[in-house]
């Protein structure tokens, strides 16, 4: 056994055991926590906490307590319960150690240079259907460099759902699934127009904005309609180092975004930073898109600074120091974090030939859920 699972020694303190390791490592165990994490007090098929914490006292204590076989045995102030924690399971979940350990972010930050490696976030259809060990790699390039490009998928209609189920189910929205990118007359969205569309974030006025998007390609034979593509968190991480102030304008002032589609009964309207960031201090989602902006409304001392920050992101976001521009083909599915990445395209000729995308969500939680299976994450 690992001396990083052997106990050296164990003292009660007030309201916590402290447990000294055989790598000299200090733990402290909080009594309640004890109480509420006593093997006991899981459900053995659902795996989910069946212990009411309103059903012991907030002074409860351990009466007597010791350490046998790899196992630490606690008898209880209360209800004659008893609890055995394996010491490895402890030492796993030791609380002190994982607070101690420095935050790693699961983001490859990238900018126009990766177009030279263009070919690393490139997957074939087959592979994927296949093989989960190239469902695991989309996935892992998804999680780290935010997108990915599915090559050489069918050109069915509807046919992305085989791939995408491979993952998990899909986010409805009121566009309906897949949505169309195709220009119609009477757009509802500038999307579905042959018109340049600026980079941008899909949705930005939903509360909880989809999490990843995927645009399959059916058809690309117009003149023009070139895709872009830009990493918001290398961005956002560029100005935190370089434009403290800006950054501190884009994580704290709620600007308004909104939708009015003029097919909804619906009128959607958000207010949120630009840059929201998690308890980690890491990015949590960028909302940009100068077409769901709503009318700003912050304070009139913030307005010049807001912005003159505001200006500054949208510049780099269009910078070909960060982005890249690419061309969509038949059999392409364009995969992308819609809460970090920025998409775009240049205008198109529909007299020229035809351009037609179907678009898919799926959630945040769906990708990384997946990723910890396949990486076997213990909880
Ligand atoms: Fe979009």
């Known amino acids: 056994m690992e001396t990083k699972y052997t106990v050296k020694n164990i003292e009660k303190k007030r309201d916590h055991l402290s447990i000294k390791w055989a790598d000299n490592f200090k733990s ?103 093989e989960d060990r190239y469902l695991k790699k989309w996935l892992v390039l998804l999680n780290s460099y935010g997108f990915a490009i599915v090559k050489n998928s069918p050109t069915k209609k509807r046919s992305g759902f085989k791939i995408l189920n491979k993952i998990s189910h899909h986010r409805e929205t009121f566009f309906g699934t897949p949505f169309e990118v195709i220009n119609i007359p009477k757009p509802n969205n ?106 700003i409304d912050i304070e009139p001392k913030k307005m010049k600074k807001f912005y003159d920050a505001y200006q500054y992101f949208a510049s780099l976001l269009h910078n070909i120091k960060f982005k890249i521009d690419f061309r969509l083909e038949a059999g392409d599915i364009f995969c992308f974090n819609n809460r970090r990445i920025l998409h775009g395209r240049t205008e198109f000729d529909p007299n020229s030939g035809n351009r037609h995308l179907q678009g898919y969500y799926i959630e945040r939680d769906e990708i990384i859920a997946r990723l910890n299976y396949f990486n076997n994450i213990k909880i």
């Open 28 to 130: 402290k165990f909080h009594f309640l926590w004890l109480r509420d994490n006593c093997p006991t007090a899981i459900h053995p098929t659902a795996n989910m906490r069946v212990f009411n914490i309103l059903s012991v006292n907030k002074k409860i204590f351990p009466k007597e307590f010791q350490v046998k076989k790899r196992k630490l045995n606690i008898f209880w102030s209360e209800n004659n319960h008893q609890s055995q924690y394996e010491l490895k399971w402890l030492r796993d979940h030791c609380y002190t150690e994982i607070n101690n350990k420095k935050y790693i972010s699961p983001y490859k930050f990238w900018d126009g240079t990766l177009k030279k490696n263009f070919n690393k976030i490139k997957l074939d259809y087959d592979n994927i259907i296949k």
């Open 190 to 295: 500038t999307a579905y127009t042959a018109q340049a569309l600026r980079n941008h974030t899909d949705l930005p006025y939903f509360e909880y904005a989809p999490g990843y998007q995927f645009l399959h390609c059916l058809i690309n034979d117009a003149t023009g309609g070139k895709s872009s593509v830009v990493d918001g968190f290398a961005v956002a991480n560029y100005i935190r180092k370089k434009e403290k102030e800006v950054f501190n304008i884009l994580t704290t002032n709620y600007v308004k975004f909104k939708d009015t589609d003029y097919t909804q009964k619906a009128i959607r309207i958000l207010h949120s930073p630009i840059i929201t960031l998690t308890k980690n201090k890491d990015f949590n989602d960028i909302r940009f898109s100068m077409a769901a902006m709503g009318t």
